[in-house]
């Protein structure tokens, strides 16, 4: 009765007013109201003053859009940014809605969750809108709607190419600073780009691909009533075109994060307070709903079990989705059509069982299953098949498009080149009195930063040299191209305090676990010297004595939410944890280690189980908050043994293992490509369960799995060995080209016979589109791996498409064999004939990977996006060699 009440209260208040709102869902309008009261009690202890911006006088729709925002706000964005930070943006946003042609006809609704929110992803916030609202305005004048997306999209490509990079997020404005970024970064600045100019736009994500490694992020933008899909700073010739659109035909799930809870009738994959999930898989791919059955073990439905939809990728079975059974045992998702692993727990039991989505309409599972040490199960996973894309591109508009990135190419590489070179490094070097060797990495990884790393140098060089360079060590490559000279400053000043408390301490364990200030993936901040001012000399004097005392003052002051921060899943920074006194068990994690390295105490989260810890008395100790205040953890040792003949297998590629914990197996963390089979010493684990993961993925993308169980006893050795099931399949042959009937020109401008660059028994031909991000996996991948291809007696021939004879420099950004040589298929001939064996044009889904032998016999390795492709050429080439 009370909720139907409230509803019609809200109803008639809207109706009562003389004139259109910014919202007018009376259901909405009811949802804020219970999530502001919410965030009001979860914040109640804030040291921030975080409503008084409410108190102003705001206008109806500047109001209405605070009050959106704040009541399904992330703790990160409560925490680390001012009201006032997010009504400037509010006032640009509806700025937009009132200049921008397209404005008023967008829908309440799509406003709200695709143009109103800053937060895209996990990036740090910052100004865009509004230094580039004038700019992007200017770029689209007197353009339709779907013409101003294809613009901005061109306006992104003239700021931001593709560069893998690590898995945090710069802001849109740090992505111009360096002018690259991978995908999810790229992705991020085009929408907010796009939101800028008032045009709905969302990153849509495929957690992990199917067929292959690794994960992709593009765009879905609003066009008068129809999402549209684009490749972020890949400007195509219309919308719904991109590299992408074949693989993303092979995925088992797609979906993005809508700001806010959602009202509208896109399928909802996961709906929580503050953020939507939405399934847009079947904009992809045919989809199928699944359904899984789970019992207990006397046959009775199990309520509240958590499911989880595994997907093989990396190596390891990786969740992609994640729900709780209902009251009859019933979980369903709605996915792609391929294979999965779908397992489930509850009160500490579990199950788990493969399952093939096209022949599957219910999967039943049984809680409980037996499973003891040694016991393995082999099955292959099949990704959905590909559908091939349809592309009728007049050829004239697909060189236009060409012509027009080779120019936008030159407008950022314009900008690049101001960025610091080593003759000005050298100088700058000599001019202060330091080795230029130690300064160089610094300075050429701070890209149009270069201003800030360079003033910090400048200011602390002389006796503070040597700590300011072990300083800038301990950053990553990311930081140095966002990171604030605040910040920097902050962090040196903070242990010059520390000499006598850190005495003794080896320099690693200093430099690792004290000095730096980089703890996990969050953004950099200065959070030494508030700590320090806010905790006081006497409470960092106890907290050495006894880490208790800083525990204690965690659970007695911190409010630690589950739920509140999952939007944005950026952590808070440590000075916005104390602030608002609340937070995420990530961030508080973060807070714990940041407060004792500000205190001279070494601290870190645990490199493979993230577990905060810190160091005493030469060894690491675990720590826990409320109930889990036990930090004393049996341990016990990992042994891997390699039973593969011929190669040696690498973690997160061919393998990897997990530890039991709540009915599911948490991955451990080791580097990635690690060769643990051929360490010496055993690793120091947690005494536990735990589940061995090794695939060996087909070139046509399923994957051979095993999965095998073993324990690991506190204080003993385990011997785990690591075999990869074998591919028995004898490779096709596709056709055969004659290698002396084919010229390519060389670098040179020389025309070349293809068959003179063909080194060995068998070689390898790329044909690929040097700046598209596709074709630099290829090259990044074969870089990983030179040092093989250096030993392999064939070579490698890079083959360029003559529209794209402009992008070969591209190459020589990369890391390549010995024996490789790259040519321009002037008159396109190879191509022609490539393409008569794959059986298409293969210029429609670049790059092709083929192995060609001596006497011109072709495999086809790979086409269009796949990872890892340095590898399987050296291994399809040798099974090749030995068929031969």
């Not at 060189?399 to 990135?405: A, D, E, H, P």
């Not at 040299?465 to 903070?494: I, N, P, Y």
Request: aromatic content about 10%; some cysteine.
């Amino acid at each position: 009765m009370r909720k139907g009440l409230l509803l019609f209260i809200v109803t008639m208040t809207f109706f009562s007013c003389g004139r259109h709102k910014l919202i007018t869902n009376p259901e909405r309008l009811q949802d804020m109201q219970r999530m502001l009261q919410v965030q009001k009690e979860l914040t109640s202890k804030s040291l921030i003053p975080i409503w008084d911006i409410f108190q102003q006088n705001l206008s109806t729709d500047e109001r209405q859009a605070m009050e959106f925002l704040y009541a399904y706000m992330p703790l990160s964005d409560l925490a680390d940014y001012t009201p006032e930070f997010f009504l400037s943006n509010v006032r640009y946003s509806l700025k937009a809605r009132k200049e921008m042609p397209w404005g008023t006809s967008i829908p309440e609704d799509v406003f709200l969750h695709f143009v109103l929110p800053l937060r895209v992803n996990n990036e740090n916030l910052d100004n865009f809108r509004e230094q580039m609202y004038d700019e992007i305005r200017a770029r689209v004048k007197g353009l339709g709607m779907k013409e101003a997306a294809l613009e901005i999209n061109h306006w992104c490509h003239e700021k931001v190419t593709y560069r893998g990079t690590d898995d945090r997020t710069s802001s849109p404005l740090a992505a111009i600073c360096k002018a690259f970024g991978r995908c999810g970064e790229e992705s991020t600045f085009t929408v907010t780009a796009l939101r800028t100019a008032g045009i709905p736009a969302r990153q849509v994500y495929t957690p992990r691909w199917a067929h292959t490694d690794d994960n992709h992020a593009w765009v879905e933008v609003w066009i008068d009533g129809k999402w549209y899909y684009l490749g972020a700073c890949e400007p195509d010739v219309d919308l719904n075109m991109g590299w992408f659109t074949e693989p993303s035909s092979r995925v088992m799930l797609v979906h993005t994060r809508t700001y806010g809870r959602y009202f509208g009738d896109e399928p909802v994959l996961t709906a929580a307070d503050r953020f939507s999930e939405l399934n847009l898989t079947s904009h992809y791919t045919p989809t199928k709903k699944v359904n899984v059955l789970v019992k207990n073990p006397d046959g009775t439905p199990a309520d509240s079990a958590r499911v989880e939809y595994q997907l093989y990728n990396y190596a390891e079975l990786y969740p992609i989705a994640t729900n709780y059974t209902d009251k009859y045992g019933l979980s369903d998702f709605l996915t792609g059509m391929g294979d999965l692993v779908v397992w489930t727990a509850k009160n500490g039991m579990f199950a788990w069982k493969k399952l093939s989505v096209p022949s599957t309409d219910t999967l039943v599972l049984v809680l409980g299953a037996t499973y003891y040490p040694g016991l393995s199960d082999s099955f292959d996973l099949v990704p959905p098949p590909v559908k091939k894309a349809e592309k009728n591109v007049p050829e004239e508009l697909r060189k236009q498009n060409t012509l027009r990135l080779a120019k936008e190419d030159s407008i950022r590489n314009a900008y690049c080149s101001t960025f610091k070179d080593s003759a000005w490094i050298d100088s700058f070097a000599a001019q202060h009195k330091l080795r230029a060797e130690e300064i160089m990495p610094f300075i050429t990884k701070s890209y149009g930063n270069w201003e800030v790393i360079t003033s910090f140098i400048e200011k602390h060089c002389g006796s503070q040299s040597e700590m300011m360079e072990r300083l800038l060590s301990q950053l990553s490559d990311k930081d140095f191209a966002d990171v604030k000279e605040q910040t920097l400053t902050d962090h040196l000043a903070g242990v010059t305090g520390l000499k006598q408390t850190v005495e003794g301490l080896p320099k690693e364990i200093f430099d690792r676990y004290i000095l730096s200030p980089r703890i996990a993936n969050e953004m950099l901040s200065p959070w030494r010297g508030f700590l320090l001012s806010s905790f006081g000399a006497e409470m960092g004097n106890n907290i050495r004595k006894d880490i208790s005392v800083l525990t204690n003052w965690i659970n007695e002051n911190l409010t630690v939410d589950e739920t509140a921060n999952k939007h944005s899943r950026a952590p808070l920074t440590p000075a916005g944890v104390y602030k608002l006194k609340v937070a995420d068990p990530l961030s508080r994690d973060i807070f714990f280690v940041a407060v004792c390295r500000t205190f001279g105490i070494p601290a870190r989260l645990n490199p493979e189980t993230r577990f905060p810890e810190y160091y005493s008395d030469g060894k690491w100790v675990r720590v826990g908050f409320g109930p889990e205040k036990e930090n004393v953890v049996a341990k016990g040792f990992l042994k891997f043994v390699n039973r593969n003949n011929g190669f040696i297998p690498m973690y997160y590629k061919h393998y990897t293992t997990g530890i039991l914990r709540n009915g599911f197996f948490r991955t451990l963390e080791f580097p990635e490509g690690a060769t643990l089979t051929e360490n010496k010493l055993p690793a120091e684990v947690d005494a536990g369960t735990y589940l061995l993961v090794t695939g060996n993925r087909m070139n046509e993308g399923s994957v051979l799995c095993r999965i095998s169980f073993f324990e690991v006893y506190p204080g003993k050795v385990s011997v785990v060995p690591v075999e990869v099931r074998k591919q028995t399949a004898k490779l096709v042959i596709a056709g055969k080209l004659d290698p002396a009937g084919f010229e390519l020109q060389s670098a040179s401008g020389k025309k070349e016979k293809l068959v003179s660059w063909l080194k060995g028994r068998v070689n390898a031909l790329v044909i690929l589109e040097p700046d598209k991000e596709p074709s630099k996996h290829v090259l990044h991948d074969i870089g990983q791996v030179v040092e093989k291809f250096n030993r392999w007696n064939g070579s490698v021939v890079f083959v360029v498409p003559a529209e794209n004879r402009g992008q070969t420099g591209v190459l020589a950004t990369y890391q390549l064999p010995e024996k490789s040589f790259t040519g321009i298929d002037t008159y396109g001939a190879l191509i022609r004939e490539l393409s008569k064996l794959a059986g298409h044009d293969i210029k429609d889904n670049l790059p092709l990977v083929t192995l060609c032998s001596e006497n011109g016999e072709i495999v086809i390795v790979s086409e269009g996006y796949l990872i890892e492709t340095g590898e399987r050429i050296l291994k399809t080439a040798d099974q090749f060699s030995k068929e031969k």
